[in-house]
């Protein structure tokens, strides 16, 4: 059981990736999506995140109208369309899957007491200026 992240690498500033997970041992359809990022010497922090219906989506505000989460259940698959790019955006970029957790527009997952059911092994985005 396991979430497989993918997509990261070295992109120039302004430029595209797009990250994606897939999921194995069981099925995306029923858990609460995202993504969150850690920067080099910094704390983890939360991207994004899709609810189960799809209806509901989350962004930090560094990132809207750049970053975009979607999720294909027929291929138990979540993704994140990064465009333009900042240098800022470099990280290790890690999807989150949770069964019990909502995601809101406004609060993203908002505070938890517990951690997700699974976390991805992260993937690395570096972006050069």
């Known amino acids: 059981v396991q979430l497989q992240a993918s997509g990261g690498g070295l992109v120039q500033a302004g430029g595209s990736l797009r990250l994606s997970c897939v999921a194995s041992g069981f099925t995306l359809d029923d858990y609460t999506l995202g993504w969150f990022r850690q920067a080099p010497g910094g704390e983890r922090e939360e991207v994004s995140c899709i609810s189960t219906s799809g209806i509901s989506t989350y962004y930090k505000e560094s990132v809207k109208g750049r970053f975009t989460i979607s999720k294909d259940n027929s291929k138990n698959t979540i993704y994140l369309q990064m465009n333009n790019v900042k240098p800022e955006d470099t990280a290790v970029y890690y999807c989150?899957?949770?069964?019990?957790?909502?995601?809101?527009?406004?609060?993203?997952?908002?505070?938890?007491?517990?951690?997700?059911?699974?976390w991805g092994q992260g993937t690395q985005v570096t972006v050069s200026s």
């Open positions: 989150v899957a949770d069964s019990m957790f909502i995601c809101t527009s406004v609060q993203g997952f908002g505070p938890r007491t517990a951690d997700f059911d699974y």
